[in-house]
T-cell receptor, first 112, second 111 residues
Framework: DTGVSQDPRHKITKRGQNVTFRCDPISEHNRLYWYRQTLGQGPEFLTYFQNEAQLEKSRLLSDRFSAERPKGSFSTLEIQRTEQGDSAMYLC??????????FGQGTRLTVV | GIQVEQSPPDLILQEGANSTLRCNFSDSVNNLQWFHQNPWGQLINLFYIPSGTKQNGRLSATTVATERYSLLYISSSQTTDSGVYFCAVVVAGGGADGLTFGKGTHLIIQP
């Protein structure tokens, strides 16, 4: 399977804990994006990378959210001190330059 | 920021019917995609169509960029077409290159 891969698929965590999600993009895609989707809404753009450079991070929801793509391949999204409002689906996508984006299956986060 | 409006928000049809979903956007775009989100949350690519017309089997799409709208046509609907259809755009010349999504059209195809 050469699609976008996300891990884990589901995560249940207690309020106040830190969580980290991983995304492996399609190998030849140099752009990688993170989105958040809450119930009944369309996905909301959070941040993106071109290779290892994070070119947009002003949309990250708070300073508790951070993302990395250290070698321009896989990426991680970390949420520190989780809150119940962070419960959502976190989606990763990749694309070759400004072209068609392809999404992974998402990580569903539940904060209890 | 750019506004993306999809209509109708909900649509219930009988199997075999045809449907047209609309996406209006408030600014010039250099990327427009249609997605189908399945019950497990996966976004399935339907069309990459910043302008023009494309067809794929029972589905087709048209984007009129100068008038800032796109249409998705589904013919001879099947129950497996049920789900949420999203339109998403990237504003031309925008600093942030992420997709801006509409709220979706929730389509239910009844047997």
């Amino acid at each position: 399977d050469t699609g976008v891969s996300q891990d884990p698929r589901h995560k249940i965590t207690k309020r106040g804990q830190n969580v980290t999600f991983r995304c492996d993009p399609i190998s030849e895609h140099n752009r990688l994006y993170w989105y958040r989707q809450t119930l009944g809404q369309g996905p909301e753009f959070l941040t993106y990378f071109q290779n290892e450079a994070q070119l947009e991070k002003s949309r990250l929801l708070s300073d508790r959210f951070s993302a990395e793509r250290p070698k321009g391949s896989f990426s991680t999204l970390e949420i520190q001190r989780t809150e119940q409002g962070d419960s959502a689906m976190y989606l990763c996508a990749s694309s070759p330059e400004e072209r068609e984006a392809f999404f992974g299956q998402g990580t569903r986060l539940t904060v209890v | 920021g750019i506004q993306v409006e999809q209509s109708p928000p909900d649509l219930i049809l009988q199997e075999g019917a045809n449907s047209t979903l609309r996406c209006n956007f408030s600014d010039s775009v250099n990327n427009l995609q249609w997605f189908h989100q399945n019950p497990w949350g996966q976004l399935i690519n339907l069309f990459y169509i910043p302008s023009g017309t494309k067809q794929n089997g029972r589905l087709s799409a048209t984007t009129v960029a100068t008038e800032r709208y796109s249409l998705l046509y589904i013919s001879s609907s099947q129950t497996t077409d049920s789900g949420v259809y999203f339109c998403a755009v990237v504003v031309a010349g925008g600093g942030a290159d992420g997709l801006t999504f509409g709220k979706g059209t929730h389509l239910i195809i009844q047997p």
